[in-house]
């Protein structure tokens, strides 16, 4: 893109600064364009003496920052970011609401038919796939898309953060890291509270539902301290009812490709064995072309900061 452009000025006018490019500076980490100019004079046969031809060379470079600087720093104890609003607070009062309607239908049609067995099978059944459905989940988001993929987009640049500030998700108020499950969680269990009446099928949906909708909330306690955590909470995670502190502090370290499940990790031990995620990765890999973000050395959206 460097060109030369000829200006004449009278001789006169040099006593004057000729404009040149200047940084342009912006409050936000973006592509900025330098420019630079340099100058020579010279003096063409045939022309007047008395004017100089100034031969104006422009050079451009340009620089990307990496990440804007909102996303270079941990936010604040006091980030608003964090914080709980009403709209929030509206939607897990919306999808408790939901999921407690289809577990008290399943208890009652249980207590109505005296047949107790099936439901509480199909609710173990809900609450052993939901860990697996966090995992698979989990796996997704951390190794493909970016923060312009469609639906998932935030959800993907949200997750990539807590790699690197981890301990960001105890900070949330219940709310703030409840809130987007609770919404799908409130349209996906409605249609069943009003539609059906199976106390197996509610056992399961009540249970499934749930889970699913508070594994942002086991996640939290799975990075909390254990002097910070009810003595409930710590029992069930010893218990392996929620997952482990340890087990899920296993994720992230290198090679950052393990213990995705984030229920009550029961399904990581089996996932990561077996390397199902792995195995996934290069179905994807060798049909779609697609590289997983774990194949790759750990940027610095990876690397906890300490």
Known sequence: MAGLSHQHYPLKSLLHPVPTCQHQHRSHNVRVTTCSASSSTNLKPGSNPNRL?????????????????????????????????????????????????????????????????????????????????????????????????????????????????????????????????????????????????????????SMLAGCIMFSQQFHAWAHSTKSKLPPLVVALQDAGVLVSRSQHAAHHRPPYNNNYCIVSGVWN???????????????????????PRSWSEPSSKWIEEA
């Open 53 to 205: 031809v100034i031969e104006t060379r422009l050079a451009i470079s340009s620089t990307t920052s990496i990440t804007t600087a909102a996303k270079s720093s941990p936010p604040l104890l006091n980030d608003p970011a964090l914080q709980s609003t009403w709209a929030h607070r509206a939607w897990v009062a919306t999808g408790c609401s939901t999921v407690l309607v289809s577990l008290a239908k399943s208890i009652a049609e249980a207590a109505s038919s005296q047949i107790w067995l099936e439901p509480m099978l199909a609710g173990y059944i809900g609450y052993v796939l939901a860990d697996l459905g966090s995992g698979v989940y989990h796996w997704g988001i951390d190794n493909y898309g970016d923060e312009s993929t469609p639906i998932f987009g935030s959800q993907i640049e949200a997750f990539q953060g807590h790699h690197r500030w981890p301990r960001t998700i105890t900070r949330r108020q219940f709310a703030n890291n409840l809130h987007a499950l609770a919404r799908v969680i409130s349209f996906t269990v409605l249609p069943f509270d009003l539609l059906c009446n199976d106390s197996t099928i509610h056992g399961f949906v």
């Open 269 to 291: 031990e089996f996932l990561d064995k077996q390397k199902v995620f792995e195995a996934s990765e290069m179905i994807l890999f060798f049909k779609l072309g697609v590289r």
